[in-house]
């Protein structure tokens, strides 16, 4: 069984800040995807970006970025020029790719509050 | 990316009571469909995974004679609490994927009050 560990229940940043989301996980498999999503107020479940472990080369996508380090199962997710609209839940999720699609395994989440 | 579709956003019901809850893929086919619970300031735990045309797969610990899963079709799966009692008060979320496609689209949530 897959397991993800985020450790920081709450996070505080100013605007144009950078901040960094910690985020680790243990698994067996070889093959599978990482992915960080975005809940804001709404509740809607909104993805960030996303990870194939096979590829060495860390995913940006704009002003997020991420960190992935696959020796020591981590994953952390980058923040640049943080803005009031970032604030929300983040939850880092794990999937294993096994040809056919797969469940997600979510940590538990940190709550990211952006100020002024 | 592509449309997933939850109805209702909010109900409420009585204790006793049983309550559907619709996940719709728009534009795409789903052949797999995945049933999520949160609750207030957690994070989402897997309830079950319905794949088209076969019987949906629960997690432990879930019950299925409580949590009714149903996925008829490619593009419309249903959970169906029944006797519903306030302690099924939740929010519950779908997802639904495309066998090739390693990417889960979420539904928009229904937010559960039993009363």
């Known amino acids: 069984a897959q397991t993800v560990t985020q450790s920081q229940p709450e996070m505080s940043v100013q605007e144009a800040e950078t901040v960094t989301l910690s985020c680790t996980y243990d698994?067996?498999?070889?093959?599978?995807?990482l992915f960080w999503y975005k809940q804001p107020p709404s509740r809607q479940m909104i993805l960030v970006i996303r990870q194939e472990a096979y590829k060495q080369q860390n995913a940006t996508e704009n002003r997020f970025s991420v960190n992935f380090q696959k020796a020591a199962k981590s994953f952390s997710l980058k923040i640049s020029d943080s803005q009031l609209g970032d604030t929300a839940m983040y939850f880092c999720?794990?999937?294993?790719?096994?040809?056919?699609?797969?469940?997600?395994?979510f940590g538990t989440g940190t709550r990211l509050q952006v100020t002024l | 990316g592509a449309v997933v579709s939850q109805h209702p956003s909010r109900v409420i019901c009585k204790s006793g009571t049983s309550v559907k809850i619709e996940c719709r893929s728009l534009?795409?086919?789903?052949?797999?469909m995945f049933w999520y619970r949160q609750f207030p300031k957690q994070s989402l735990m897997l309830m079950a995974t319905?794949?088209?045309?076969?019987?949906?797969?629960?997690e432990q610990g879930v019950e299925k004679d409580k949590f009714l899963i149903n996925h008829a079709s490619l593009t419309l799966s249903t959970l169906t609490v029944t006797s519903a009692h306030p302690e099924d008060s939740s929010f519950y979320i779908c997802?639904?994927?495309?066998?090739?496609?390693?990417?889960?689209?979420f539904g928009q949530g229904t937010r559960l009050t039993v009363v």
């Open positions: 319905s794949n088209e045309g076969s019987k949906a797969t629960y």
């Open positions: 698994t067996s498999e070889s093959n599978y995807y």
């Open positions: 997802s639904a994927s495309h066998v090739s496609d390693d990417e889960a689209f």
């Open positions: 534009d795409f086919q789903a052949t797999t």
């Open positions: 999720a794990f999937m294993a790719t096994t040809g056919t699609a797969s469940k997600l395994t």
